[in-house]
């Protein structure tokens, strides 16, 4: 299990290079969350729910992503409540206090899902969440040390030297853990590294000194990270390209964003993060408003920013604008959510620059989509995560065929565009002919690119770390049951 002294340090990037890495050895090899919190959502073969994240592991281990991967997902809604995914399925809503009392509850089917991917697979690599360190949150823990106890997992913990003070964070979480948790870490291993590693001898030494850990291994700064989809929304950033400029709101509860990188890791595509407090960009080609994880909500933060008036004049001045699930159902001229699914009951005026309305219901849609990009005939695979439904008269202006059923809306003027379909942007072809509309080439293989980063982390992992030692440290689990 890779957990880590702090959240963003860098354990999803070295669970899915220890996974290809592993994997390039000719071992089988399965990713494992107990408990991850985003909104950053993936769909499995079996139709559920998992994390981002997880989704590449499984790419990098060279398998279909499923929900046992990830048995325990939680989606923010707000400050204070979040939806709750089980084994892929939506089971409800948890404030956080109630969380904090409720989720042993969620060990039964945390243990169920590891224990059927422990006997599938050489190796299962596990992904701990934020940081053990955090003694407030022990006593219910199923994320950290709650699960590696109760499964009897080995533990390596990574430390961050990019941000400063790893030998206080790896020797401060020994020193707050109690004894049963802290001989659960059998090595640590230092991320993130830059610079001349002679310069770390005597910091490695007094770690280890202070701790008994063994070290496997220091790893440098991945350059290519950024080219993976990211889990979590304060990794987005600008991604400075050519000519053609997107401009992209940061909604409050922002979600499936990973509809942006096909895009980032176009040359000639500029995508530019707007930030709370900043206005829409006035030299924007396109202005992409993605998912959201509560639409009303966010289109009240839309408007506090002033962003409805800067697309409005953006449209006037004949900029193109598309919405993507939550951001389609922001363009339309109302949003009724009469039954309080995503929070208080009500309806309220939409942007009104597609003429659809939407209603939100319990049933929510999760599944993977076979579709056709209608004015060109592209194929895409993409997926819909999704509670409600749109129509409306510019429905029949719709421009995506999803398993034989035509799916989204645009305005009259051609100008904005909407849908609910997410991943479009992968599919070389379609991603491609999109581009060519704002006389823009594209010039990557986006999945093939992936896949090469995944093999360059793995080999950088080959040589920086101790892989045997990684090996012989893991253990033949035995099924745990509560």
């Known amino acids: 299990m890779i957990q880590g002294t702090g959240s963003n340090v860098g354990k999803s990037l070295i669970v899915a290079g220890l996974l290809r890495a592993f994997k390039n050895r000719g071992l089988s090899v399965i990713p494992f969350k107990p408990q991850n919190m985003s909104n950053n959502a993936a769909v499995s073969i079996d139709g559920g729910e998992l994390g981002r994240a997880q989704a590449v592991q499984a790419l990098a281990a060279g398998i279909p992503p499923h929900t046992d991967m990830n048995p325990v997902l939680l989606k923010p809604e707000s400050d204070m409540r979040s ?7 939506m089971e409800g809503h948890l404030s956080a206090r109630n969380f904090q009392t409720d989720r042993k509850i969620l060990l039964r089917p945390v243990l169920e899902s590891f224990n059927r991917l422990a006997q599938q697979a050489d190796l299962v690599i596990v992904e701990g969440a934020g940081s053990p360190a955090e003694t407030n949150l022990r006593r219910n823990d199923i994320a950290n040390m709650g699960f590696a106890t ?10 961050d030297i990019d941000r400063g003070g790893v030998i206080a964070q790896l020797v401060g979480t020994k020193a707050v853990l109690s004894s049963m948790d802290a001989q659960q870490i059998v090595g640590f291993m230092v991320n993130k590294f830059r610079g001349d590693l002679k310069l770390f001898e005597e910091g490695l030494a007094t770690v280890i000194d202070h701790t008994g850990w063994l070290s496997t291994g220091i790893l440098n700064w991945f350059p290519d990270a950024w080219k993976l989809p990211a889990e979590d929304a304060v990794d987005l950033s600008s991604r400075t390209g050519g000519q053609l400029k997107i401009a992209v709101p940061m909604l409050s509860r922002i979600a499936n964003f990973d509809d942006l990188d096909p895009l980032r890791n176009e040359p000639e595509v ?27 909500a966010d289109l009240g933060f839309f408007r506090s920013q002033g962003w409805d008036i800067d697309l409005f004049a953006h449209h006037r001045r004949g900029g193109r604008i598309l ?3 939550g951001g389609y159902q922001m363009l339309g001229k109302r949003i009724s959510d009469l039954q309080g699914i995503e929070g208080p009951p009500q309806s309220v ?8 309305e939407t209603e939100m219901h319990p049933q929510k849609t999760v599944a993977m989509r076979d579709a056709r990009y209608l004015p060109t005939g592209d194929l895409i695979s993409g997926y819909e995560i999704h509670l409600g439904t749109t129509k409306g008269p510019d429905s029949v202006r ?18 904005v565009r909407g849908c609910y379909l997410h991943g479009l942007f992968v599919g070389d072809g379609f991603r491609s002919s999109f581009l060519k509309e704002f006389a823009v080439s594209s010039e990557i293989n986006y ?35 509560i």
């Open 150 to 159: 109760i499964a009897d997992v080995p533990v390596l913990l990574v430390g």
């Open 83 to 89: 939806q709750v995914v089980v084994q892929g399925k």
């Open 323 to 325: 919405g993507l699930c």
């Open 398 to 415: 719709a421009w995506v065929e999803v398993d034989g059923r035509e799916e989204g809306a645009a305005s009259q003027d051609g100008l």
């Open 349 to 356: 005026e939409g942007l009104g620059l597609i003429d659809v």
């Open 447 to 481: 999945s093939q690119d992936v896949d090469l980063v995944l093999d360059e982390l793995a080999a950088q992992m080959e040589v920086e770390l101790d892989l045997d030692l990684i090996l012989a440290l893991s253990k033949t689990i035995r099924p745990r049951f």
């Open 270 to 296: 500029t995508v530019e993060m707007v930030a709370p407090g900043k206005p829409l960009p006035g030299d924007a080609d396109l202005v992409l408003i993605p998912g959201s994880k509560s639409t009303i």
